[in-house]
């Protein structure tokens, strides 16, 4: 489960533009980072412009998924990730960033025709918190931890039943034993009424 890019774009007007973003390009060779970074940017813009206000949606392209959330003040928030990260995440981070993006950032500072960047330095804190869902979110957490506790249990049932198997097994023998202990007793018996002692 990966991150790879973070970012609030004017959706408003066409075409959308770039507010602020944060890329995580590590996994890819210097060579390529730019291409990649260009084809991020690009694609979160078309995103962003096909999101109506109040909408969100996910859309897949190549190994991508872009979880889109528009805003009725004229924002959207981007998100793109694998294919394997929970969308309820990246939604619940989307929300977030968005909230917070237009408290520091009012409508009026990028109402412009043209709007330069804005700073938003916590997208960088969110794309490295984020990188583990599990960690970020706290429903994930418990889901998680759940989930283990379940494990355990299952494991804990099992040794028990087992146990009462090898109980019932022992049970068994133990019938076994008794009766064959009894037949021993009244052969012995019989064996012994022969014979008397003097």
């Given at each position: 489960m990966k991150l790879y890019y973070i970012g609030i774009l004017k959706n408003e007007t066409r075409?959308?533009?770039?507010?602020?973003?944060?890329?995580?390009?590590?996994?890819?060779?210097?060579?390529?980072?730019?291409?990649?970074?260009?084809?991020?940017?690009?694609?979160?813009?078309?995103?962003?412009?096909?999101?109506?206000?109040?909408?969100?949606?996910?859309?897949?392209?190549?190994?991508?998924?872009?979880?889109?959330?528009?805003?009725?003040?004229?924002?959207?928030?981007?998100?793109?990730?694998?294919?394997?990260?929970?969308?309820?995440?990246?939604?619940?981070?989307l929300s977030k960033v968005c909230d917070e993006f237009l408290t520091k950032h009012p409508r009026t500072s990028y109402a412009s025709a043209s709007p330069s960047p804005l700073p938003f330095?916590?997208?960088?804190?969110?794309?490295?918190?984020?990188?583990?869902?599990?960690?970020?979110?706290?429903?994930?957490?418990i889901q998680r931890e759940l989930d283990e506790t379940k494990i355990t249990l299952h494991k804990t049932i099992e040794s028990v039943l087992e146990r009462g198997e090898k109980i019932d097994t022992l049970v068994e023998k133990s019938n076994d034993l008794s009766s064959q202990s009894r037949m021993f007793y009244t052969q012995a018996k019989k064996q012994n009424s022969c014979c008397t002692l003097m």
């Amino acid at each position: 489960m990966k991150l790879y890019y973070i970012g609030i774009l004017k959706n408003e007007t066409r075409p959308a533009v770039e507010l602020c973003a944060e890329k995580e390009l590590g996994d890819y060779s210097r060579f390529t980072r730019g291409s990649i970074s260009e084809f991020m940017t690009m694609f979160s813009k078309t995103v962003a412009e096909r999101t109506k206000p109040a909408q969100r949606q996910d859309v897949e392209e190549q190994s991508y998924t872009f979880h889109a959330y528009g805003r009725t003040e004229g924002v959207a928030g981007i998100i793109i990730s694998d294919k394997d990260y929970p969308a309820l995440v990246a939604h619940q981070l989307l929300s977030k960033v968005c909230d917070e993006f237009l408290t520091k950032h009012p409508r009026t500072s990028y109402a412009s025709a043209s709007p330069s960047p804005l700073p938003f330095p916590e997208l960088k804190e969110y794309i490295v918190k984020y990188q583990d869902p599990q960690q970020a979110d706290s429903i994930m957490k418990i889901q998680r931890e759940l989930d283990e506790t379940k494990i355990t249990l299952h494991k804990t049932i099992e040794s028990v039943l087992e146990r009462g198997e090898k109980i019932d097994t022992l049970v068994e023998k133990s019938n076994d034993l008794s009766s064959q202990s009894r037949m021993f007793y009244t052969q012995a018996k019989k064996q012994n009424s022969c014979c008397t002692l003097m």
